[in-house]
């Protein structure tokens, strides 16, 4: 079928992206889904620092590629060993596809997937299919999902479906902000009731590790930001605190376990710093290949300090997407309040510029029926 995509044609252009159009919106093929695969019609999709990670060069992705990883949306079609999910099903996409059989797939969500990253790497789906083409040329799909677009095919183990109930925006921002912000503070903080935490770094992760500490009831949340809106917002959202990082510094302020959500060394080395002794600091962000941090080893060592990498939140979707779900449904996790604000497919190149500005806490895509 037909279908209408953003696609990374170059990687490594000049900025403002919105001059530069290293995205273009164009039309593209779209094969029947395979045996374990599924085609579904996107509602909404966030955009993400990792799609700007590939558009600016710092993970390295085969092109031309279709962007997008972070969406929700309905199911049109099934493959034929495909037999859980129903047509009109709302699903959340999620960017890694777990085979279930491997050694990291056995430590329950502590490591990746290691056929589905393979399979991300390479831009393909998890049993080795691409389903993308443009005029004959094989068009590679972003991290199992390809979520910037009308429709996608992808794998039915990138797919967790959720009730009508749950908005699509909503929906999308489960699939990679909340479920890496929220999924690190249960999975790898796992603070105990009482104990504090500490956010550096407020996009769309940060923001969701910061609601879901609030919603979990832990003791004080401290913000940590360098723009004075989104301590503002993070105020607004609950935390009991919000500084930045100088104010962390020159405070002295620490918690019992800190995230850091910002890709940046010196976000990590403030977060590290900040964390008391006995505590988990635990970092979720994906900085340039190339990037060093200085950590204090005599540090880690004399005040018995865990330091811990977290990637799409140490979760098994299947297990804590609808948990969030539940959250939400609670009242206790507003997600919508994330959504910086909503924009048309045509506007992604404006979109990435206002990511790597960081002024945006998330930016979703809203496709119309």
């Known amino acids: 079928m037909q279908i209408t995509g953003a696609v990374l044609e170059e990687i490594g252009r000049s900025r403002p992206y919105a001059e530069s159009a290293p995205v273009s919106v164009t039309r593209l093929e779209l094969a029947e889904p395979g045996p374990t695969e599924v085609r579904v019609r996107i509602e909404a999709a966030g955009v993400c620092h990792s799609d700007l990670s590939v558009l600016d060069g710092n993970r390295v992705r085969p092109v031309p590629m279709l962007l997008g990883h972070e969406a929700a949306g309905r199911v049109e079609a099934v493959g034929a060993e495909v037999s859980d999910l129903d047509v009109g099903r709302r699903v959340v996409m999620t960017f890694l596809p777990r085979c279930g059989e491997c050694d990291g797939c056995r430590t329950g969500g502590r490591l990746p997937c290691g056929p589905g990253s393979a399979a991300n790497n390479e831009g393909r789906l998890l049993h080795g299919s691409r389903r993308l083409t443009r005029g004959g040329e094989t068009v590679h799909h972003h991290l199992g999902v390809s979520g910037f677009a009308t429709h996608a095919v992808v794998d039915r183990a990138s797919l967790v479906p959720v009730d009508d109930d749950v908005p699509a925006e909503v929906a999308a921002v489960l699939g990679c902000a909340v479920l890496t912000g929220g999924g690190a503070l249960l999975n790898a903080v796992r603070a105990e009731p009482g104990e504090s935490?500490?956010?550096?770094?407020?996009?769309?992760?940060?923001?969701?590790?910061?609601?879901?500490?609030?919603?979990?009831?832990?003791?004080?949340?401290?913000?940590?930001d360098t723009l004075p809106e989104k301590l503002e917002l993070a105020r607004e959202l609950g935390a009991s605190r919000a500084c930045t990082p100088a104010e962390v510094a020159g405070q002295g302020l620490r918690a019992s376990h800190t995230i850091e959500c910002a890709g940046n060394p010196r976000a990590l080395e403030t977060a590290f710093a900040a964390t008391a002794p006995g505590g988990r600091t635990v970092t979720v962000g994906l900085p340039g290949p190339t990037a060093l941090a200085r950590l204090s080893p005599l540090t880690m060592t004399a005040e018995a300090r865990t330091v811990i990498g977290s990637y799409l939140g140490s979760a098994v979707p299947a297990r804590d997407i609808p948990e969030f779900a539940r959250w939400w449904r609670e009242g206790r996790l507003p997600v919508e309040r994330l959504i910086s604000r909503r924009i048309r497919l045509d506007e992604i190149n404006e979109a990435m510029d206002?990511?790597?500005d960081g002024?945006?806490?998330?930016?979703?895509?809203?496709?119309d029926e």
Do not use: H, N, P
């Open 359 to 367: 002024k945006a806490v998330r930016q979703v895509i809203v496709f």
């Open 197 to 224: 935490v500490m956010v550096v770094g407020l996009g769309g992760v940060g923001m969701a590790a910061l609601l879901a500490a609030v919603a979990q009831g832990t003791g004080e949340v401290i913000a940590v």
């Open 354 to 356: 206002e990511l790597a």
